[in-house]
């Protein structure tokens, strides 16, 4: 038997282990499936390049709870470890990657700390002593090492036949959780669903089909089989040529087993020039709130998962999205703003949004009206994206759509085409008009019906941001709201309307109005309108209210502070003004003043409380 002494420096490293991994001791079991699994490709490579002649057979990695003896065992069947090895991989090479770990991450966040392989050694964060038996493939005699987690070891020769190594921890009483088989098996489900060889976690017994003819009353027989937890082959690894839709929406389930909508859309990541990169991405259907929908993406490296935080790799707007990611070349020994700095991740993330604009732009192409009838769910992700890459924003204006109160979908250029003529005001600029619900802005949606007008429904919380970017973006238009003014203001032409009234009339009935009702929340405002135009009209000023709105959703408006502001219109054409303005009894004139000002704000939707209670009851007053 030999005894040595592991080369370091670091007295004792194992409890420095502990210490700095403290919350991600889990890890241990990744970090050993992925040696196994290297060891077993491996030997896969060498059989096939003729350099090993062992029967490669059908490989399995086999993760085993001795629960009495307070054990875990790794066994794989790759290309094991002669004692010159032994020595070599893991006394030397695995010990100094480790002490190079700790000095280099003693000082980083756990967060960084979590996402770096600490290899083999990660063993001891777990376990109070290792075993390590292992035959190599060459043929030369089995040894088994043992550590207990000092720098002492031995290395002795074993009696294993097979080839292969077993990695046998003994759990230390801090970490006897990991002998709990939800515990191990959750694990398994969290880093190795998608490893490429398959792992064995247990037997389950399976129910064998009856013979053809067998008796009606013959028992079915029952048989053990291993418990494979892992798709060594997922989707994502084959080529889209491959792939149908149904593969494509039962590999989301897969992903996703508690999702019970289907996705939307999928993009097939494929690259291996000048990165490597695989991949599929799915659009869900979302929801108007941003936030909730984050970190969905999983990301894995040679199909090992490592995070679901693709923050800084993929492009923020993309975040929203679900699926896959693999890749080799994403460095994750490292911290976030080094990541993000790194050109390979820069790349990563431009290529994904390439990628992303052109799959939208073959969907909207290939099939619109289906396209169209997904817009609502996907908007979002796409308006988040044109406000954010400069790059998207360009493409997208090949299938961004702008849907209309009549459920028809324009893109840009066919909007502008279609509205130019009408809706160009006095000065030259084409006014896009919208409304943000449509219930709530009824009354002002038929007034710009009436003028045979285009509205379109942008209700996306992000909308009024985006508006501001195709405002300063594209030449000679701006967007108005419908209740942003009276609609002969919001696209002012050169006929002038002429007014009923006079000017001395005009500021009478003013004087009159701006004594009822409260100056501190509205502008009174006389125009010559339509005479079947309403009578009272309350709007919003543009401007003002995008402001407050882009304020809200998070950006640095200055106006989040100031109190709604808004006008009231009065259209001088309109009979009942006549009447206000005639009427010699004061109290007379101040109810109908009143009452014309609550309608105006019911329209509006500002009608509440007390105010629409008083309003109820002199309702019922006026048609007693
Ligand atoms: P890494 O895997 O990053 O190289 P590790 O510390 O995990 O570092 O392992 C060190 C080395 O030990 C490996 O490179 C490999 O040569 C050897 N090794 C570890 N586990 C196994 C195994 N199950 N079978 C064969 N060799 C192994």
Known sequence: MAKGNINVSVENIFPLIKKFLYSDHEIFLRELISNATDATLKLKHLCQIGESKVDYGNPIIEVKIDKEGKKIHIIDQGLGMTSEEVEKYINQIAFSGAEEFLDKYKDAD????????????????????????????????????????????????????????????????????????????????????????????????????????????????????????????????????????????????????????????????????????????????????????????????????????????????????????????????????????????????????????????????????????????????????????????????????????????????????KIKDTQTNKDGKTVILYTSNKDEQHSYIEATKAKGYEVLVLDSPIISHLIQKLETEKENISFARVDGDHIDNLIKKDENQISKLTDEEKETVKVAIEKVVPKEGYTVQIEAMDSDAAPFMITQPEFMRRMKEMQQSGGNGMFGNFPDMYNLIVNANHPLVSEILAEKDEAKKEGLIKQSLDLARLAQGLLKGEALTNFIKRSYELIK
């Open 110 to 417: 756990a967060g960084v700390i979590g996402h770096f392989g600490l290899g083999f050694y990660s063993a001891f964060m777990v376990a109070e002593k290792v075993e390590l038996i292992t035959k190599s493939h060459t043929g030369a005699d089995a040894v088994i090492w043992t550590c207990d987690g000092s720098p002492e070891f031995t290395l002795e020769a074993h009696d294993k036949k097979d080839r292969g190594t077993e990695i046998i921890l003994h759990i230390a009483e801090d970490s006897l959780e990991f002998l709990e088989e939800g515990k191990i098996a959750g694990l398994l489900s969290k880093y190795n669903k998608f490893m490429p060889i398959p792992i064995k976690f247990g037997t389950k017994t399976e129910t064998l089909p009856l013979p053809e003819g067998a008796d009606k009353d013959a028992k079915p027989e029952t048989i053990e089989v291993d418990n494979i937890i892992n798709n060594p082959n997922p989707a994502w690894t084959k080529q889209p040529s491959e792939l149908k839709d149904e593969d494509y929406k039962a590999f989301y389930r897969e992903l996703y087993p508690a999702q019970f909508e289907e996705p939307l859309f999928n993009i097939h990541l494929n690259v291996d020039y000048p990165f490597n990169l695989t991949g599929i991405l799915y659009f869900p259907k979302m929801t108007n709130d941003i936030n909730m929908q984050k970190d969905r993406i999983q990301l894995y490296q040679n199909q090992v998962f490592v995070t679901d935080n693709v923050e800084g790799i993929v492009p923020e707007f993309l975040t929203m999205l679900r699926g896959v990611i693999d890749s080799p070349d994403i460095p994750l020994n490292v911290s976030r703003s080094y990541l993000q700095a790194d050109g390979n991740v820069k790349k990563i993330a431009s290529y994904i949004t390439r990628k992303v604009a052109d799959k939208m732009t073959s969907l909207f192409k290939e099939n619109r009206e289906d396209f169209e009838s997904k817009w609502n769910d996907i908007k979002i992700v796409i308006e988040y994206g044109m406000l954010s890459e400069p790059k998207f924003f360009e493409k997208s204006n090949k299938f961004a759509l702008y849907p209309t109160i009549d459920g028809k979908y324009f893109t840009y250029d066919e909007l502008l085409e």
